[in-house]
């Protein structure tokens, strides 16, 4: 089963953290709370695939959250990163644009807006990644297996054995580098290497 991607929410008022997490949870989605700067450089040690961040916080600001992060080598500047702010003013958001911000949201937040935000920024793979190509016949492979079809299901649909699945499949492992055909098939959605949506 494909595992939903973790979103770190990073908000010090509890009524809009809540929400938050409600909302975001009803998407699908993973959802880890902060309700403090400090509190989620912390958290980013969970693996967030993304991160909202509020500004205004009184124990490390949303700049201070952003600042600490990116001094953590190539891994944090490649989660992509939304503001949510009462404040509005220009220098906000070029101080958030210099340090590497992608998106802002104004309060009171626009849930509909907040969740296209989210979903544009997880359909390009966050993470930068080697260079990997599938064969077509491993791209047909792992395009069932990311449908839930089991080896021997995908064997009767390609006309072919059982033993020739699995062989595909554990080829796609190895130029991944993980350890299951679940993580395999995310890995390749996430690198556009499949296409699920068909």
């Not at 959250?65 to 490649?78: Q, T, W, Y």
């Not at 991944?176 to 556009?192: I, K």
């Amino acid at each position: 089963m494909k595992q939903s991607p973790k979103v770190l929410c990073i908000e010090d008022d509890q009524d809009t953290i809540e929400l938050l997490a409600e909302v975001l949870t009803e998407e699908g989605y993973q959802v880890i709370v902060a309700t403090s700067g400090v509190e989620g450089v912390e958290k980013f040690a969970q693996g967030p695939d993304l991160i909202i961040c509020d500004i205004e916080m009184p124990n490390g600001s949303g700049f201070f959250v952003i600042s600490e992060l990116r001094k953590l080598g190539a891994e944090a500047p490649s989660v992509p990163f939304i503001f949510i702010t009462a404040h509005a003013e220009r220098e906000n958001h070029l101080r958030a644009r210099q340090l590497g911000c992608d998106d802002f949201v104004a309060k009171p937040i626009d849930f509909e807006l907040l969740i296209e935000m989210v979903r544009h920024r997880l359909r390009a793979p966050a993470r930068p990644a080697p260079a990997v190509s599938l064969t077509p016949r491993e791209t047909e492979v792992m395009t069932w297996v990311a449908r839930g079809k089991s080896s021997a299901d995908i064997a009767v649909v390609m006309s072919t054995s059982e033993r020739t699945v699995n062989f595909h499949v554990n080829n796609v492992l190895q130029k991944l580098a993980v350890g299951s055909r679940t993580q395999a098939a995310v890995r390749c959605a996430q690198l556009g290497l499949i296409d699920v949506n068909d």
